[in-house]
């Protein structure tokens, strides 16, 4: 054989497709777990919150009001309770998530040029409920300000509010990009770990096969690598081109620097998997052991918790981990619209890790082949 | 007998490493960790940028202001906006507060200068806290105006107020008063990282006996039937995963003093009922797909996609109807309303018994498969 390379890179990709459990996680959950998600949170925002309303002023200017309310797009009100009592019960039956107490002196106070109190309660069975009913009631009771008092005095320092990025204030467009990158690295880790306990089984508990083309650990390795970038380079167009466009989450990086940026990615995915792998036996251990670290390890990516809120020593141990650099670099890149340049930190990051789970998996490699020749 | 399965089954447990991980060790991890992560509850000094145009003393003092904020600290001073926004695409920055030039004179010549605020709604928590102190910052601002403008023209401190802001709006966050994220997450997270580690455990307790070919033997403990068998399998598990969760339960309420605004039995009943939930889903796994390995993706995918569709980050309200339908065949889907209802909310029994039957109706799913999982177990030898 003139290149030993070419023939482990051969039998690599048949330990991957002969695999239905490899096949699963290499090909099928890369494919159909983004897209679960982004069916999940495709909505991107929660529209038409019912609202009941318990309207004890019974005048003009408090139905002026409710209509307002009701005419958002954040809120529905779904009902005039007559009072209190009847409100709750609507809210503990969920069929509404949030009651508006107009007091009986509403009119009055208004008229009179007296602040009124209106009482806003909220279910907290979502933050988004919360935030639904405050600013549909904030917003409408700045509008009856115009109304009520013609001469009342301009607000002297308005404000503009924008958001910059995920303009829209998106779920699937803030989490679903987090959830792509995490995706690729946890798919890689079980696949190989799984390849990997394969190995270990039939062969005695070495990591390659007692072949002449395995005695070199740099050449297996790279050989190893090439079948598992194969594979991946086509899941990666999949997840980090197609399904952005797919689902219109925000894709504002070209094709070009998301691809210098996912190599690096990929590469410090799958030797910090090999590295991982190592150390685990039994075909079915990865799963078991493996899947529920997606949580912390998301979390742990500051994406949904903000970064800076993350106590020192989480916000180290992440550094472990590739999906930490990929999710943060990933998200600036391709929703924010940050260069190369300004995601430096995550690139240099990314490519530092590369290099130093390459030098442990060499190193593993070494030793399990001299323990090999031992044993025999 | 029972006892006898149940005897064989400990057994098993103790001997294989796996099982000390999944059932205690990593339950275990996840507590420390999702514990320690928010022990601060909401997220405090998230960093903004300052571009003050003005620089003025009323300008500054504004600035001050924001920073004074639990939520915000101002980090950084930038000469432009355009500088602002680069730090904020390297992820320096959350915010940018900016103040536009000639600020202080606009305010007294009454020409109405507009402030400019900007979040990063890439990062939805850090982005939505950001825009409340500052839009609070903003309204403060109007409101000191208005009152010396309103004072210097007669009018009363009320009558001012009035004008600005007619009616006020007083908020009542049921059950959550301080709108602490860590409250919901904790709570739904962990019992979720829970059901998922059951989900695994039953069907690597069932699949593992195909794949050894050891079916035989433990069904002949459970006098070949096979419900027996499962009990006598299942029931110490039950125990112990029911132990792991009341110590969670212990953590989460008594040394964090998360609301348990009604009855902690309500939640403890709900606590076993979810377990039997997922246990029963793994049952219903390993028959569907009598191979170790496909059962448990079965279970590792049901449990992952439980955590989005349950909804306590992102309403089932606000997805797709189909969605919204598939959300009841997840456990956690059913603890996370009962949770609202009894610990949340305190609400009588009776809002709350249509999810504790729904957990308990999980239960029938293994009959379904009964049969075939009994096929499986003596005929079917393990295929890789």
Not at chain 2, 79 to 102: C, N, T
Request: hydrophobic content about 50%; overall charge positive.
């Amino acid at each position: 054989m003139k290149f030993p390379i070419f023939t482990i890179w051969r039998e690599e990709l048949k330990n991957i497709y002969r695999d239905i459990g490899v096949v699963l996680f290499f090909i099928v959950v890369p494919f159909i777990y983004p897209v679960l998600y982004s069916i999940i949170y495709n909505p991107e925002v929660m529209r038409e919150t019912p609202m009941v309303v318990v309207d004890m002023s019974h005048s003009t200017l408090s139905r002026d009001f409710v209509r307002r309310i009701d005419a958002t797009p954040d809120v529905q009100v779904y009902k005039y309770a007559s009072n209190m009592e009847e409100a709750k019960e609507i809210v503990n039956s969920k069929k509404a998530y949030g009651i508006l107490f107009i007091p009986q002196e509403f009119s009055q106070d208004i008229h009179r040029g007296k602040q009124t109190t209106v009482s806003l309660y909220a279910d907290m069975s979502g933050l988004l409920f919360y935030k639904a009913v405050l600013l549909a009631t904030t917003e409408a009771s700045l509008e009856m300000r115009k109304i009520v008092n013609v001469n009342a005095i301009e607000l002297p320092v308005p404000y503009e509010a924008i958001s910059l990025y995920n303009t829209q204030n998106g779920f699937a467009s803030f989490l679903v990009p987090g959830i792509l990158v995490l995706v690729v690295q946890q798919t890689l880790l079980l696949g190989i770990s799984m390849i990997c306990a394969t190995t270990r089984e039939r062969n005695r508990g070495a990591l390659v096969p007692h072949n002449p083309i395995y005695s070199d650990a740099l050449r297996t390795i790279l050989g190893k690598v090439m079948a598992y970038l194969t594979v991946y380079i086509f899941m990666s167009i999949w997840v980090f081109i197609v399904m952005p466009s797919l689902f219109h989450f925000p894709h504002l990086a070209n094709e070009g620097t998301l691809a210098l940026f996912i190599l690096p990615y990929l590469l410090a995915c799958i030797f910090f998997s090999m590295v991982v792998a190592a150390f685990i036996r039994g075909r079915e251990t990865p799963m078991m052991i493996l899947v529920f670290t997606s949580l912390p390890i998301l979390f742990m990516s500051g994406i949904s918790w903000p970064q800076t809120a993350i106590p020192a020593f989480w916000k180290y141990f992440g550094y472990l981990f590739p999906s930490t650099f990929g999710i943060q670099g990933f998200v600036k890149l391709n929703s924010m619209g940050a260069s190369l340049n300004e995601i430096a930190f995550e690139y240099k990051a990314l490519w530092l890790q590369t290099g130093i789970y390459f030098i442990i998996t060499l190193l593993i490699y070494k030793i399990s082949l001299l323990l090999h020749k031992n044993k025999i | 007998m029972i006892l006898q399965t149940a005897r064989r089954e400990i057994e098993r447990l103790c001997k294989n490493k796996i099982y000390w991980f999944c059932m205690i060790v990593a339950p275990l991890i996840s507590l420390l960790f999702f514990i320690s992560l928010m022990y601060n509850g909401l997220p405090t000094k998230l960093p903004a940028g300052l571009v003050d145009l003005d620089n003025s003393s009323p300008s500054r003092n504004l600035a001050r202001q924001l920073d004074a904020f639990a939520g915000t600290k101002i980090t950084a001073h930038y000469p432009s906006f355009e500088e602002a926004r680069k730090s904020m695409q390297r992820g320096e920055i959350y915010g940018i507060f900016l103040i536009p030039g000639h600020f202080a004179q606009d305010v007294v010549v009454e020409k109405q200068p507009k402030i400019s605020f900007y979040t990063n709604n890439s990062y939805l928590i850090a982005g939505s806290l950001l825009f409340r102190d500052m839009k609070t910052v903003a309204n403060l601002a109007s409101g000191s105006v208005v009152l010396q403008m309103g004072r210097a023209r007669g009018y009363t401190n009320a009558q001012i107020i009035a004008s600005i802001q007619p009616i006020l709006i007083d908020t009542h966050p049921i059950g959550n008063p301080w709108l602490n994220y860590s409250v919901y997450l904790n709570n739904v997270i962990l019992l979720g990282i829970l059901s998922l580690l059951i989900m695994c455990v039953t069907v690597y307790s069932i699949g593992s006996e195909i794949k050894g070919k050891t079916a035989g033997e433990w069904l002949k403990t459970g006098n070949n039937s096979i419900l027996q068998s499962l009990i006598g399998k299942l029931l110490p598990q039950t125990i112990i995963f029911f132990i792991v969760g009341l110590m969670m339960f212990a953590v989460l309420y008594l040394f964090m003093e998360f609301p348990v605004n009604g009855s902690i039995w309500n939640m403890i009943l709900a606590l076993l009922f979810f377990i039997f939930a997922s246990q029963s889903l793994g049952v219903f796994m390993i028959g569907c797909f009598p191979t170790l390995r496909l059962g448990l993706s079965f279970a590792c995918i049901w449990g992952m996609i439980s955590f989005s569709i349950s909804g306590f980050s992102y309403p089932v309200d606000a997805m797709y109807p189909a969605v919204q339908l598939m959300s009841n065949l997840f456990p956690l889907r059913h603890y996370f309303l009962i949770y609202v209802d009894q610990a949340l909310n305190s609400r009588a029994l009776f809002y709350s018994w249509p999810h504790y039957m729904a957990l308990l109706a999980f239960g029938l799913l293994p009959i379904i498969v009964l049969r075939s999982l009994k096929w499986s177990l003596q005929y079917k030898s393990y295929q890789p």
